[in-house]
């Protein structure tokens, strides 16, 4: 069968693109269309379909954009009908159409959540302008209704599930997104495998005597929090990551009383070797899942995240890590001090629950059928092994 797998915008990296090329590996017949495409390098631009936002300057200007997208997705037509569509949404590429409404074309939306800033604006300031906050009540009224015509809903989490029955009404199962697990555990010593260069970064920073953060430097994702706490309970801090608050976070470390280093864009391997030096890695902001704390676990790595959200559903509170209130200074130096209780066998086992190749096993079962059809994730024997040795494509998928 011949689907559509459609994504709002392709970014060069982040969560839902690991989530858009695991998709590409359990269903590699299908298609693609987004908004537009700023990764050549993962999709050629004649592997991708665009909307005519790509051809103007609304690409590298979301938020302007917002308000044309919902009408933008309803009109959007591809070269050919699809046999199904299965959409990769976190803002509107659930209302697209390509024949589902009166077509009879199947539709699947993998829900990463319902926007945030248009649902739960105090969880991002996205949504805080006032141009924004003006337009919000008529897109949540638009919302609402294409979610009713958004075909069978999987949430990346049992909390963005409870949000999408707050905000549309509608229930959901739940398919956690796809981890490297099995790669990272097999990799064994990560410091093994650096270049020369990587291998000098990692052994300038203490041995096991860090709290780690990492992903996009944007204010929701709280690295602040994580550069105050270690300054607080007098422990080194490592950032990892490349974004807006570049700025605003290198000052901060420039002020702390203990060495915070801002490492900027850093590779797998160095990410993972990270890991395994790291006191602990530590995920303050409400999150709807969290790929990055499970990528933690699977080197070993204790995690120390917030109890609200869906990083929770992955760690074990007290085993694996802890769940704490990362406003609470009492938690959060209870956390550390009970690191050593961690056993970094039992992350990595947890850790390998989340791995790609249920998540493969998981979507083919909801998008074609194969296997168990009810709303618990579930593969045969043979299947879920298939799905282990396509796994090992999702890093360089065609």
């Known amino acids: 069968m011949s689907g559509l797998i459609v994504q709002e915008w392709i970014e060069r990296s982040g969560g839902a693109e690991q989530v858009l090329d695991a998709f590409r590996v359990a269903l590699p017949d299908s298609r693609m269309f987004a908004l537009w495409s700023d990764d050549g390098d993962r999709f050629p631009r004649s592997t991708v379909e665009e909307s005519w936002m790509a051809r103007t300057p609304l690409r590298h200007h979301k938020a302007m954009g917002l308000p044309l997208m919902p009408a933008t997705w309803r009109t959007a037509k591809v070269g050919a009908r699809p046999d199904w569509v299965l959409t990769s949404s976190y803002v509107f590429a659930h209302h697209c159409d390509f024949g589902t409404r009166r077509g009879g074309v199947p539709k699947f939306s993998y829900v990463h959540s319902p926007a945030r800033y248009l649902w739960e604006p105090e969880l991002d300031g996205r949504g805080s302008s006032a141009a924004f906050a003006a337009a919000r009540s008529v897109l949540k009224r638009v919302d609402r209704d294409a979610a009713r015509h958004a075909g069978d809903l999987a949430a990346n989490s049992e909390f963005v599930r409870r949000r999408i029955l707050r905000s549309w009404g509608r229930d959901a199962r739940v398919i956690h997104p796809p981890v490297k697990a099995r790669e990272i555990i097999a990799g064994g010593d990560w410091a093994d495998v650096l270049t020369a260069e990587e291998a000098a970064v990692l052994e300038s920073l203490p041995e096991r005597g860090f709290l780690m953060a990492a992903s996009r430097l944007v204010p929701y994702k709280r690295h602040d929090a994580v550069i105050r706490m270690g300054d607080r309970l007098g422990v080194p801090v490592v950032v990892a990551g490349t ?156």
């Open 243 to 398: 974004g807006p608050e570049r700025d605003h976070l290198q000052a901060l470390a420039e002020s702390a009383s203990v060495p915070v280093h801002m490492l900027g864009f850093v590779s797998d391997a160095l990410m993972r070797a990270l890991f395994q030096r790291a006191l602990a890695f530590v995920f303050p902001p409400v999150e709807d899942f969290g790929i990055i704390p499970v990528e933690a676990m699977a080197a070993g790595c204790p995690v120390i995240v917030n109890r609200v959200g869906g990083a929770a559903e992955s760690v074990v509170d007290g085993v694996t890590g802890f769940t704490v209130d990362p406003d609470d200074p009492v938690e959060l130096a209870a956390a550390v001090a009970g690191l050593d209780r961690i056993d970094p066998g039992a992350a990595r086992a947890r850790a390998a629950e989340f791995d790609i190749s249920r998540f493969l096993t998981d979507v083919r079962t909801w998008v074609l059928g194969e296997g168990m059809t009810d709303a618990a994730p579930s593969g045969s024997a043979a299947a879920s092994a298939s799905a282990r040795d396509d796994a090992e494509r999702v890093s360089a998928p065609a």
